[in-house]
């Protein structure tokens, strides 16, 4: 969702991105930056390339070569100078002065009406940007003054300037024509689009005359490479032989060949995630509706060794929702209160709420079997494919009957939030504030228009919200954390493996915040 969608979800973000620089390749006639080449390999295609319609990973740390958001921020959660030079943040409002002089891509100037428009279309719900509610907080409105832009808060948004970080601005052109932007890249970014081939790449040219990357970094005599190369690259052995080869200069391995690129001594960067996380689907007619299905499906699964077989043993027990660098709210939401593996309790809940064992061993109530559909995202962990098996022998022992399906990155969002046709799902959304979740743990559903795929309702997780949310960041955080487990308490969804990966780098360093730094890559 950073789902390996970082929701970036936000971003629904995560990210198992794998990145990729080779070639010392020149580009004719650019003296912007070094004159080399950084191929970027992620794991799906990013289908549509318009920034603000999607949260999917590739997409997020896509989008970063082409787009800027208001303000940047690093690993350690400071904040710094984007499209705006200053800010200041009053009760309900936030003020940002948009820098001068800055242009896009078609050589239109960005202003802070051009800001103004973003927000508005991000924040009108009727426009479905997945981006309302969990990147913009709800209800939010702006204005522009001249280069002053006027974020006007509906109501308490602890994280709002952390989470616009993730909020990258779209020039007019491809606001007054949003088709523009399914193939090609109208931003101002130190890249530009040069070639699309859906599925295979996208490559990207640098900007002379960026001045307005982070803190001011630029374009011209850096030491950025002059061309970027997006190829789409879905096995990570190829990508780790390929790193060890010389052949890929930098990348991001989850699985157990990592193990051979740290005994390779390569630079790399640690990257924390939710890898495993298993959600519930609460509307009227599904099964998981059942509180006591749900509480059954998470005693009956021993997830140590779920989790285990989705990390390759190389994951960590499961801590807070919101885990995405920079964390905001450090702790532990979920392990005190994650049910014991306990298969005969989860019979005994399906007992006591009418379920009853048939001949073949699987349960009924009122004539209807319990039967369930279970998803997962084929690329949320290297070993998915063994942990879902795991889950199914382990559900199928306490009398459920299963039907499972693997979907691929690009096509879980629709199952998600489209279709419904799904009871249990894997999928990780990775973020690293927990106000991004709000829209996604509570208040409308998807029928509805909202962004609660799950349709989850939870009386007590919203009343920690609200106390959460009536404080300014951290202050917050014991609150966020306690909401946080009312969710596991009660089955709604819950986390069951975490992951420390890392972003290696042979021939190219970089740094990173929650995506790669374009303005910080060399290639050497």
């Known amino acids: 969702m950073t789902l390996r969608r970082s929701l970036s979800l936000v971003s629904i973000a995560s990210v198992l991105i794998s990145i990729a620089a080779c070639g010392t390749e020149k580009s004719e006639g650019n003296e912007a930056a ?34 800027d958001a208001l303000l940047n921020v690093d690993v350690d959660g400071n904040l710094s100078s984007g499209l705006a030079s200053d800010w200041t943040q009053e009760e309900d409002k936030v003020m940002f002065t948009i820098k001068d002089g800055v242009t896009c891509s078609d050589g239109s100037k960005f ?3 051009t800001a103004a428009d973003n927000i508005n279309f991000v924040g009108d719900p009727e426009n479905g940007s997945p981006q309302f509610g969990s990147i913009l907080p709800a209800g939010a409105t702006a204005a522009a003054d001249g280069q002053t832009l006027t974020l006007t808060l509906a109501g308490p948004a602890p994280f709002v300037l952390t989470s616009l ?3 990258v601005m779209v020039c007019d052109a491809g606001l007054a024509d949003r088709s523009k932007l399914s193939a090609a890249t109208i931003g101002t970014g130190p890249y530009e689009l040069t070639e699309a081939v859906p599925a295979d790449h996208y490559s990207y040219k640098i900007r002379s005359g960026y001045t307005w990357g982070p803190d001011g970094a630029a374009t011209d005599g850096s030491k950025m490479p002059a061309t970027v190369e997006i190829r789409v690259i879905d096995n990570e052995a190829t990508l780790a032989n390929m790193l060890l080869s010389g052949e890929v200069n930098a990348g991001l391995v989850t699985g157990a060949d990592s193990e051979r690129l740290v005994a390779a001594d390569l630079f ?3 990257a924390n995630m939710v890898l495993g996380e298993q959600w519930h689907n609460h509307a009227d007619g599904h099964v998981t509706a059942d509180p006591a299905a749900r509480a059954a499906l998470v005693a009956a699964v021993d997830f140590a060794a779920a989790g285990a077989a989705l990390t390759s043993g190389l994951g960590a027990p499961p801590s807070e929702f919101a885990t995405g660098d920079p964390v905001a709210c450090p702790g532990d939401s979920v392990s005190e209160h994650l049910p014991e593996w306990d298969p005969e309790a989860a019979k005994a809940a399906l007992d006591a709420a009418g379920w009853a064992a048939g001949a073949d061993g699987v349960r009924a109530k009122d004539g209807a079997p319990l039967t369930i559909e279970f998803i997962y995202d084929s690329a949320i962990g290297p070993g998915v494919t063994a942990a879902a098996e795991l889950a199914t022998a382990a559900w199928q022992e306490v009398g459920f009957q299963v039907t499972g399906r693997q979907i691929p990155t690009d096509q879980i969002e629709e199952a998600l939030f489209g279709t419904g046709a799904w009871d249990v799902a894997w999928e990780a959304v990775n973020v690293s504030s927990p106000d991004q979740l709000v829209a ?7 029928a509805e228009g909202g962004m609660n795929f799950a349709s989850i309702t939870n009386p007590d997780y919203e009343a920690k919200v609200a106390e959460a949310s009536a404080q300014v960041g951290a202050a917050g955080c014991p609150a966020w954390l306690d909401a946080e487990s009312e969710l596991v308490k009660a089955a709604d969804v819950v986390p069951f493996a975490n992951s420390v990966i890392k972003v290696f780098g042979a021939g190219a360093v970089f740094a990173r915040s929650s995506v790669i730094v374009p303005t910080s890559v060399v290639v050497e």
Do not use: C, E, H
């Open 268 to 270: 790399s960067l640690d």
């Open 34 to 67: 070094s004159g080399k080449a950084f191929v970027l390999a992620v794991p799906s295609d990013p289908g549509s390339l318009d920034p603000q319609m999607d949260i999917g990973s590739s997409l997020v740390w896509a989008s970063r070569f082409a787009y």
């Open 111 to 113: 202003t802070a009406q």
């Open 440 to 446: 996604l743990l509570s208040g409308p559903g998807v």
């Open 165 to 167: 970080t993730d909020l």
